[in-house]
């Protein structure tokens, strides 16, 4: 019996990535449930806005995460071929909701429609994540080349504070309401780049990474707390008559910067010696794009099933215990699975991608020879 052999994934960069799988489903039950239609102003309100905030760090931890991991990506072709079995693993997955849609839901398009829907990233309804994180995986080298031109720590903090400044303080600031006025907001820039708030979170996950950056867990819990009690409070205190209509903070604020950050530090240094535990959490981890992309399936399914309106916030809990575990635990297995099919086909784009760097490499050494020589008879 061949002994287990423990995998090269830092153990804590896969935890980090299934809390935010779990957090995707977790965020989305809110969304599912009439929370947002909630108007009580109470203790419990405040409890649940606070739940609803951690878990709304879903999809900025994944762009940290992505900072974190893609920090020394140089500009290559190996660097953008390696999108390739991203884009087969997203277009399996949206075959597979398609396929729950058409034999499930008995949706009818023709396959013109269906096929549009795949390449402009609206299939499956979370698909807009891989549109995002596609056009910041582009540019990834540059951005790596920019920060690494940077000589002193002091300039790179600067620098992270800089991009989180141009492209998302103005989205806070502005949201805060000035009543009476025809003037409606603070109307503060500049504003021009807040679409890039994608760039500010990988931004910090490769600052991290970059300096090593620690915090004593005990301190930086208490710290997570306070900061989303204070959001919720804020949230809960600023809503007339629904959540939606008070200060509630989104991706692109720059008030849940330090709320992501604090929960990677939480998470990303966890070790673990149990290679067991190290190779499921591992594996896990591994799916988590598919994970994201096939969850629309059960969020469907689940939430169609339970059509009736949470009309209380004690309702929620018991909807979550409900729906949420078992929802993860299909959701991974066909994630898995999704992977398994396509492994063949990746490996086999990823051999023959390997084999035209390699020969592309030989060609430009020598043709660096050829251009030493030249220059040598010349001289």
């Not at 939430?303 to 979550?320: A, E, G, V």
């Amino acid at each position: 019996m061949s002994k287990l052999t423990a995998p090269k994934n830092e153990f804590g960069i896969d935890i980090a990535k299934i809390w935010a799988m779990f957090s995707v489903l977790s965020l989305h039950m809110f969304l599912y449930s009439n929370y947002y239609n909630f108007a009580e102003k109470s203790f419990e309100a405040v409890c649940h806005a606070a739940i609803r905030m951690l878990f709304y760090q879903c999809v900025p931890l994944f762009l940290v995460i992505t900072g974190y991991l893609k920090r020394n990506a140089e500009f290559s072709l190996k660097h953008y071929y390696k999108l390739i079995p991203v884009l087969i693993s997203y277009v399996a997955c949206a075959l597979i909701v398609i396929a729950y849609k058409i034999f499930y839901l008995h949706e009818s398009f023709s396959i013109l429609i269906w096929a549009q829907s795949i390449w402009s990233f609206n299939q499956p309804t979370y698909a807009w994540y891989l549109n995002a994180y596609i056009s910041l995986y582009l540019i990834i080298p540059f951005i790596n080349a920019a920060y690494k031109s940077l000589e002193t720590h002091t300039q790179k903090r600067v620098a992270v504070i800089v991009v989180v400044f141009v492209t998302m303080f103005a989205t806070t600031i502005n949201k805060i309401p000035i009543k009476g006025e025809i003037i409606r907001s603070l109307g503060i820039g500049p504003t021009f780049f807040q679409k890039m708030w994608p760039v500010a979170y990988y931004v910090l996950g490769m600052y991290i990474g970059d300096v090593k950056l620690k915090i004593k867990k005990w301190f930086g819990a208490i710290l997570l707390f306070v900061l989303l009690a204070g959001e919720a409070v804020t949230a809960i205190m600023t809503t007339p008559n629904n959540f939606n209509n008070g200060l509630n903070f989104t991706n692109e604020d720059c008030v849940n910067v330090p709320v992501v950050m604090l929960i990677f530090l939480l998470l990303y240094d966890i070790k673990c010696k149990n290679i067991p535990i190290r190779r499921i959490a591992a594996k896990a981890s591994s799916v988590s794009l598919n994970f994201l992309l096939i969850s629309a399936v059960g969020d469907n399914y689940f939430y169609n099933k339970n059509i009736n309106p949470c009309l209380t916030y004690s309702d929620l809990p018991k909807r979550y215990l409900k729906i949420i575990p078992l929802h993860f635990l299909l959701a991974l297995i066909v994630s898995i699975i999704a992977g398994y099919i396509v492994m063949p086909i990746n490996s086999l784009i990823m051999m023959i991608f390997n084999k035209l760097c390699g020969n592309a490499k030989v060609n430009e050494k020598n043709n660096f020879m050829m251009k030493q020589t030249v220059n040598g008879a010349e001289n």
